[in-house]
């Protein structure tokens, strides 16, 4: 993967995050259920996770 696409890597992971977790909020608020909260939870755990191998990439060299 070329430099300069390897250094953006990280924004489409977090377009896909953002939008999710506004999906999920709205969804929340709109219907008032709390069943939704650990629904944002996961989605925190799922989103990070595939960015940090390309974080240690890059602080190894």
């Keep these: 993967m ?3 696409m390897r250094k953006w890597a990280w ?3 977090l377009a896909i995050g953002l939008g999710l977790y506004f999906l999920v909020q709205s969804t929340l608020i ?3 259920n709390s069943n ?9 755990a799922v989103v990070v ?7 240690r990439r890059r ?3």
Excluded: E, F, K, Q
């Design 59 to 61: 602080s190894s060299g």
């Design 2 to 4: 070329p430099t300069t």
């Design 30 to 32: 709109d219907t008032g």
């Design 11 to 13: 924004l489409p992971v």
């Design 36 to 44: 939704y909260v650990p629904s944002m939870i996961l989605l925190g």
């Design 49 to 55: 996770p595939p960015r940090l191998p390309d974080l």
